[in-house]
C-alpha cells in the first residue's frame, strides 16, 4: 500500500465547527422568505451538500426560490455568521505537525470560496493548504467524484497516495469514487452508524490521531 503524502480535508464539520452558524443562517433565510423553517435535524443532515441543492431540498423550492434562497443565505452568512466560526479541538496544531511532516494538504468544500478565506485567515490556517477546490469552482457537487480528481490534477498526486477526511457520507463516497483511502472524522454531521454506509478506511474520534494514520 502507497505511503500517504497528500491529504485532502472536507471543511464543514471537519476543520470547523460551522454547524450551529449554518443552522442559524439557514433558519434566518426561510424565515426571511415567508416560508416554514425545517426540522434543525434535517438541516444538519443537509450540510456537505451544494448550498443550492441543500436549501431546495429542505424548503421544496423551485428552481427561482433555491437561487433567492442561497443568495439571502450568502448574505445572512456574511453578515452575521462568518466571524463566529471557529476550528474544533487539536486542529490548528495538528495542521502544522502535519506540515512538518512534509504532508500536503488541500480542502475540499461545497462553501463558497469567500466565506472559505474569511474562516481561514481568521483562524489563521490559510498557508497550511497547498490547494483549494470550492463552490465557487462550478464542479461536479460531492459525491461526485470531480472536486478531488481537480486537486489530484493540479497538485500532480496520485490517488493511491492521497488521503481524503470529511465528517459526511458525501466526503467519503466521494473520495472512494476518486479512488483514494477516506478517513471519517466522528464528531461532525453524520454519527459514525451513517458513516459506516460509505466504508470509509479509517475513522478518528480526535483530530491529532491522523497523525497516528499516518505512522502506521
Excluded at 465547527?17 to 426540522?39: E, K, N, Q, S, Y
Excluded at 456574511?78 to 466560526?85: G, L, P, S, W
Excluded at 457520507?169 to 461532525?188: L, N, P, Q, S, Y
Aim: proline fraction near 3%; hydrophobic fraction near 40%; aromatic fraction near 6%.
Amino acid at each position: 500500500m502507497n505511503l500517504i503524502t497528500t491529504i485532502i480535508f472536507d471543511f464543514d464539520g471537519t476543520l470547523a465547527d460551522t454547524a450551529t452558524v449554518i443552522v442559524d443562517t439557514m433558519r434566518r433565510t426561510f424565515t426571511d422568505m415567508g416560508l416554514p423553517v425545517p426540522d434543525e435535524e434535517d438541516m444538519r443532515r443537509t450540510i456537505g451538500m451544494k448550498l443550492l441543492l441543500a436549501l431546495a431540498k429542505l424548503g421544496n423550492l423551485s428552481d427561482l426560490q433555491a437561487v433567492d434562497a442561497t443568495e439571502r443565505y450568502k448574505r445572512f452568512f456574511k453578515e452575521y455568521a462568518v466571524d463566529k466560526v471557529l476550528l474544533f479541538p487539536e486542529v490548528a496544531q495538528t495542521l502544522h505537525g502535519l506540515q512538518e511532516k512534509g504532508i500536503r494538504m488541500a480542502i475540499a468544500t461545497s462553501r463558497n470560496a469567500e466565506s472559505l478565506e474569511t474562516i481561514l485567515a481568521n483562524n489563521d490556517i490559510a498557508h497550511c493548504f497547498e490547494k483549494i477546490v470550492s463552490n465557487s469552482d462550478n464542479l461536479a457537487p460531492k459525491p461526485e467524484p470531480e472536486m478531488v480528481l481537480t486537486l489530484l490534477q493540479r497538485m500532480g498526486v496520485g490517488a493511491g497516495e492521497t488521503l481524503v477526511v470529511g465528517d459526511t457520507t458525501f466526503d467519503i463516497e466521494m473520495g472512494k469514487r476518486a479512488g483514494c483511502r477516506c478517513c471519517a472524522v466522528t464528531w461532525g454531521n453524520h454519527d459514525r452508524e451513517t458513516l459506516a454506509s460509505a466504508g470509509p478506511d479509517f475513522y478518528i474520534d480526535k483530530f491529532s490521531e491522523l497523525l497516528t494514520i499516518l505512522d502506521r
